[in-house]
Nanobody, 120 residues
Framework: QVQLAESGGGLVQAGDSLRLSCTASGRTASSYTMGWFRQAPGKEREFVGRIRWIPYYADSVKGRFTISRDNAKDTVYLQMDSLKPEDTAIYYC????????????????WGQGTQVTVSS
């Protein structure tokens, strides 16, 4: 069992940066693929990126977002730069055993989410 907790969301202006953190507890998360997803009001949950050993990104955030992990701290980070109003959503981290996936239903564990709001 893995418990995940996101933090770092907030209200920023377009062009600003934010760093989200996802801390895992319970069984060590170092062998898990960690994913970041987001969900805007009225929209489906959307893949943002994932990391097991190397990061992989959705086209919509490539070049602006960076995922990293610190296994010693059981923490995964989502550095978001050059934020746009369309990045506004609840951001979730998730974990799954094994290889990476971009499909939300492939992930077994989820955090509670953190709100990111980008004003224009």
């Amino acid at each position: 069992q893995v418990q995940l907790a996101e933090s770092g969301g907030g209200l920023v202006q377009a062009g600003d940066s934010l760093r989200l953190s996802c801390t895992a507890s319970g069984r060590t998360a170092s062998s898990y693929t960690m994913g970041w997803f987001r969900q805007a009001p009225g929209k489906e949950r959307e893949f943002v990126g994932r990391i097991r050993w190397i990061p992989y990104y959705a086209d919509s955030v490539k070049g602006r977002f960076t995922i990293s992990r610190d296994n010693a701290k059981d923490t995964v980070y989502l550095q978001m730069d050059s934020l746009k109003p369309e990045d506004t959503a609840i951001y979730y981290c998730a974990a799954r055993m094994g290889t990476g996936s971009s499909t939300p239903t492939d992930y077994n564990y989820w955090g509670q989410g953190t709100q990111v709001t980008v004003s224009s």
